[in-house]
């Protein structure tokens, strides 16, 4: 065994346990006794999905409404994507990064922007008095609406990214042979353009599909008793009903779903690169602002991305029309005195998410960090490819399934971890870590191996080479990794809030609580809890946006 | 006359790069366009292919005046260098796509496409992913495209740029064949002489923002009418000079390397200022240092050989400058050895002055 196949050995072990222990594990307790009747039914899992109405037309709105999610989300993406690909304006990049900030805020955060914005007396209710159309009530808006505009505002990203990075790269000579030709521009769109897009446009649907079906927290808090989808269901089996044995079936329903859209993706994208393979050098011609065209197309992204960011500005906004000044609220929150039974201390839960994202952070850092090396090793790429993949299941795993996962599996011997904060913990590290291992892995990768075998020439050891030579190159990596994973901790909703207990409130459960109750205080608490948490991730998403390899990584 | 260009004048925001640029090329004519790196030999076919726009002049087409007429409606063929084929349509299609914007028949476009596939020997490809066609089937299958709408000119920039030397050699034949046989006329853009040697009726050179000389192979190398064609046509041995004096029938010019004497023709008109000399390496000759008192010789030290298949070339270094000789390959004199010092003398009769602008 050579010394790299020793050190990877070595290296491979913790990972291996790590995601036997607390990925496969899980969701196989969640098969295991979803199937084996260990919930005290006699019925099967077959036979209760069979002949339910309920949850059947649950799925049947989770389904058309992800379908609709997708449509809109492309049929305003798309246009918004061929902006950024064919247009050279100020601050294109600061925009660019602007679209993606609704993407990694919270979900709690998003949805008190949308119930702020459309609130009586919200920025909408406001402009809409201001031109005479007081009889407009925006409140009475349908949660369905709020839904889709969530999902539009949250996926609206993978659309630009995926989209316009191939837009951008369409060899301008292809449009020119066509025209001369004979092509004319609907021509060329139909028989050049649209083709060539259409791998990256399916797979940017199969991905706003799969986020939007799997949609929990914006639905929760926005679609009220109307509308649910079955990650909601799952929780409120789980939570409210105490039907485990139910949700179990419904989760295992839901990942294999998940798994056949990753799978589909990952088909796409194989034909995707193989269609690319022509290696020439593209020449892209990016129009300048100059002409009147270009002028609105500039005004039209500021829209935009404006209307996009607008329900966080109506977060801001609500807090201060509330109680007239910013610090107030904040004030009151750290004031608030309550000893009913569902009070929840925000100095609790703002030191409960800092402590579980920094633990959390650094678990993900540590496993995707280890992982990242071993899967570096040039060796049996075959080999790699397929332990990567493996490595990414939990991006597939439903946050609130992931936690109903470690409901069933840490509730009873061996491992009972019941009311621990571990249990919490190690579920935000789970679905943090694939985020490092796509920030280091793309910059190890990129590291040219010549390097290595120079150094190696040169008479350095592993130990040397990986002090002066690694860790310089990946360091940028390593800390946007940790960012992210810190990022995701603070922010997630799903699993906590089926893992959490009392003393175990995060900033994301307690303001879904402060929601949940009555009176101006709670909302007020909620918003300005909103705001803190935005605001971190604002900070957090600022930091990885200056520190990472522009190109090298991405989130999805 | 197919082609017609007058007066063609092209800027852009900092340069210009044609000026009162005219071309003409008859039907069935293969004309190609040698000019330096640089000098807008692809802008060219850009501009007469309706890629970009002229500022001013005049570009017509069998007659017709298309200035103002789109690429689509001009009726051109043009090949690009990098092929640009299109990566998601298999052979077929790419070749079919401007029979199909045509709206041609089924049948049509199967025919013609047929007729293609096998007169560019790829019978039997129209399913293939063009991803997975050697270099040459590539070049092959974009030539077949740029072809089958039958164009009334075919525009090729430097259609066998990447392709390795026996597979230029081989295609450029292959091209010229072609092409001769259905008669189209060709405005084909490169930077090798050889191959413009091969592939043209005639020769155009660009240079100074429009067309220099235009001619036959033959033509323009014997009878290069400025430096920069010379150089184009890889002649070596240019050096500038100023008149310095007259002795009986020769013209003296002061040159980097020395004085340069010119047998003076009554029809040369010399530039008081600087002109280019050219000297024939058939005109150098090499002699022992020793044996000779001539005033006249330059004295330089024998850096390099290099064998050209019928000569060798002998690289020498002379005060001010290099200088290029050739030799017998079986040469036997035992002075021409590398690092020798040896008299180089140049034969008036071969050097000529060229009359640039």
Known sequence: MSRRAA????????????????VVYPVFMLFFRSFSGEFGTSSNAIDLLRDNNYIWSIAWFTFWQALLSTVLTLIIGI??????????????????????????????????????????????DRVFSIIGLDGFRVNGVNGLVFILLAHIMFNYSIVIRIVSVVWENIDERLLEVA?????????????????ILYPAILSSAILVFMFSFTSFGVVLMLGGYEYSTLEVLIYQLTTKMFRLETAAVIAIVQIVFVYIFLYINSVVQQKFTRDYGLSYRRIVKKENLLNLKSVIIFFSIIILVFVMLLPLVALVDRII???????????????????????VSPWQA???????????????????????????????QNRMNLIDAFLMLPLGIPAVVLGLGFLVAFSYDPIDLRGSWIVIVLAHSIIGYPFVIRSILPIINNIPSNLYDSANVLGGSTMYIFITITIPLIWRGVLVGTIFAFAVSIGEFGSSLILYRKDLVTIPVAIYRYLGQPGDANLSAGLAMSLILATVVFMSFILIERIRFRGVGSYY | MVLEIKGLTK??????????????????????????????KTTLLRLIAGLESIDEGEIKINGELVNTIPSSKRGVGMMFQDLALFPHMDVFSNIAFGLRTKQETKVNIQNRVEELLSMLHLEGYGNRNVNQLSGGEMQRVALARALA???????????????????????????????????????????????????????????????????????????????SVAKL?????????????????????????????????????????????????????????????????????????????????????????????????NDQRSYINRGNVVGVKIDSKYVRVFTDL
């Open chain 1, 79 to 124: 246009p918004g994507a061929y902006l950024f690909a064919k247009y050279n304006f100020w601050g294109k990049s600061i925009f660019r990064s602007l679209v993606s900030l609704p993407f990694v805020m919270p979900t709690v955060v998003i949805a008190i922007g949308f119930i702020s914005l459309f609130s009586a007396n919200g920025i909408l």
């Open chain 1, 179 to 195: 025209s001369i030709l004979g092509s004319n521009w609907v021509d060329t769109l139909f028989r050049i353009i649209l083709p």
């Open chain 2, 233 to 329: 046509l890889g002649f070596k041995n240019i050096f500038k000079g100023t008149v310095i004096g007259k002795e009986q029938d020769y013209l003296i010019f002061k040159t980097q390397i020395g004085d340069i004497f010119v047998k003076n023709p009554k029809d040369m008109i010399i530039d008081p200022i600087e002109s280019k000399l050219y000297v024939d390496s058939s005109g150098i000759e090499i002699i022992d240092i020793k044996n000779s008192s001539n005033q006249k010789i330059f004295i330089g030290e024998i850096r390099d050989f290099r064998f050209k298949g019928d000569y060798n070339e002998i690289a020498l270094k002379v005060s001010g400058g290099e200088i290029f000789a050739r030799i017998p390959i």
């Open chain 2, 149 to 227: 709408p039958s164009p009334a000119i075919l525009l090729l920039d430097e259609p066998l740029g990447s392709l390795d030397r026996p597979l230029r050699d081989t295609l450029q034949d292959q091209i010229r064949f072609l092409l001769k046989d259905l008669n189209i006329t060709v405005l084909y853009v490169t930077h090798d002489r050889d191959e413009a040697f091969v592939v043209a009726d005639r020769i155009a050179f660009i240079d100074n923002k429009r067309i220099i000389q235009i001619g036959s192979s033959i033509e323009v190398y014997n009878n290069p009418k400025y430096s």
């Open chain 2, 11 to 40: 800027s852009y925001e900092t340069s210009t790069i044609f000026q009162n640029l005219d071309l003409y090329i008859e039907e069935g004519e293969m004309v190609v366009l040698l000019g330096a790196s640089g000098v807008g």
């Open chain 1, 7 to 22: 050190v990877n050995f070595f290296v491979f072990i913790p990972v291996a346990i790590f995601i036997g222990a607390f």
């Open chain 1, 350 to 380: 703002i030191f409960n998410s800092l402590k579980f994202a920094l633990i959390a952070s650094f678990i993900s850092v540590l496993v995707g960090g280890l992982a990242s090396y071993y899967l570096s090793s040039k060796r049996n």
């Open chain 1, 321 to 343: 029309s509330i109680s007239g000044t910013y610090t107030e609220p904040f004030i009151n929150l750290f004031k608030f005195r309550d000893h009913s039974y569902f009070f």
